[in-house]
């Protein structure tokens, strides 16, 4: 069964910074997507990064940028320039998609604070 | 362009009570997703919808329901509710598996907060 972790449940990090949230999964499918969604206080989950297994090109949206290591299973995001307003929970999640199979599995989350 | 839609923000029930709860996807998207979150917990996959039809379920008991209407807005109805059921219950949609590009990537909706006493 495929499963998501993360295993840092709380991380800091000072305003200005680079931090790094890890994540890893577990499937024997070879094409998948993997996203990382924030979800401030507000509840709202919104969409951070998604990256296409198949794809060796690491994602990078403005500040954020994955480490996609489909051998190791790993796929950790790097928020660089920490601003008070991606304090959050930051939630992992796999995605595998063929046929009439879905599976959409989400990983505890990381809550991030932003020291000023 | 409208985002997605949950009502209500907020409930409270009691044990044994039936609730339901209703998603308005995003402009253009067919399939509608449900998840459950529990505090301090990564969502839980419930159910997804398409072509007015449960398509996926995940592990969750038949009380849990749902269903789609042909304007692609969905509801989940939750019945003989049990303390444990209390969560933000998210409502999540895409386009399609064979929609082509970005057919993978679910947008989520703000949830509706629901308590059981």
Redo the contacts between chains.
């Keep these: 069964a495929q499963t998501?972790t993360q295993s840092q449940p709380e991380m800091s990090v000072q305003e200005a910074e680079t931090v790094t949230l890890s994540c890893t999964y577990d499937t024997s499918e070879s094409d998948y997507?993997l996203?990382w969604?924030k979800q401030p206080p507000?509840?709202?989950?919104?969409?951070v990064i998604?990256q296409?297994a198949y794809k060796q090109q690491n994602a990078t949206e403005n500040r954020f940028s994955v480490n996609f290591q489909k051998a190791a299973k790993s796929f950790s995001l790097k928020i660089s320039d920490s601003q008070l307003g991606d304090a959050a929970m930051y939630?992992c999640?796999y995605?595998f998609?063929m046929n009439?199979?879905?599976?959409?599995?989400?990983?505890?989350?990381t809550r991030l604070h932003i020291l000023p | 362009d409208a985002g997605v839609t949950q009502s209500p923000t907020h409930l409270i029930k009691t044990r044994g009570q039936q609730v339901t709860l209703r998603c308005s996807p995003k402009s253009g998207h067919d399939t509608v997703?449900w998840?459950q979150q529990a505090l301090?917990?990564?969502?839980?996959?419930i159910f997804?919808y398409y072509e007015e039809e449960e398509?996926?379920r995940g592990n969750f008991p038949d009380r849990f329901s749902g269903h789609q209407f042909p304007n692609y807005s969905s509801e989940l109805n939750v019945n003989a509710l049990l303390l444990g059921d209390s969560a933000?219950y998210?409502c999540?949609s895409s386009l399609d598996?064979l929609a082509g590009v970005y057919?993978?990537?679910?947008?989520?909706?703000?949830?509706t907060?629901l308590t059981v006493l």
């Design positions: 998501v997507y996203f969604y507000s509840r709202q989950m919104i969409l998604r296409e939630f999640a995605r998609l009439r199979d879905d599976k959409i599995i989400f990983g505890k989350g | 997703s998840y301090g917990q990564g969502p839980q996959f997804q398509r996926q933000l998210l999540a598996r057919a993978d990537t679910q947008y989520f909706g703000p949830g907060r």
